[in-house]
């Protein structure tokens, strides 16, 4: 079983920048592929970035070049960097792990955070 304490979220101006962080807790959070899903209202989650163990990397095509994830290891901590915010990133960003990097992606997930605001408006 894996918990998550999620942080980072609140309210920015568009072109701003905000840090996301997800610190997993469990015996075995190092082997999961950790990400992030976003959920906007009125629109389908979308995955947004996630990064395995090893440090293989995705990111859905809207945040590349200004999003980026990292990993801390030893903390068990997962960062993500959003640069250059957007309206459109306005949501629910809810940290997720499983053992399958795509499974995030696809948005079948094995554990879910509780979710975190992200609110870009001037």
């Known amino acids: 079983q894996l918990e998550f304490v999620e942080s980072g979220g609140g309210l920015v101006q568009p072109g701003g920048s905000l840090r996301l962080s997800c610190a997993a807790s469990?015996?075995?959070?190092?082997?999961?592929?950790i990400g992030w899903v976003r959920q906007a209202p009125g629109k389908e989650s979308e995955g947004v970035s996630c990064?395995?163990?090893?440090?293989?990397?995705y990111y859905t095509d809207s945040v590349k070049g200004r999003f980026t994830i990292s990993r801390d290891n030893a903390k068990n901590t997962v960062y993500l960097q959003m640069n250059s915010l957007k309206p459109e990133d306005t949501a629910v960003y809810f940290c997720?792990?499983?053992?399958?990097?795509?499974?995030?992606?696809?948005?079948?997930?094995?554990?879910w955070g509780q979710g975190t605001q992200v609110t870009v408006s001037s």
């Open positions: 997720a792990a499983d053992q399958s990097l795509h499974k995030i992606v696809v948005l079948t997930p094995e554990f």
């Open positions: 990064i395995s163990s090893s440090g293989l990397t």
């Open positions: 469990g015996t075995t959070s190092g082997s999961y592929a």
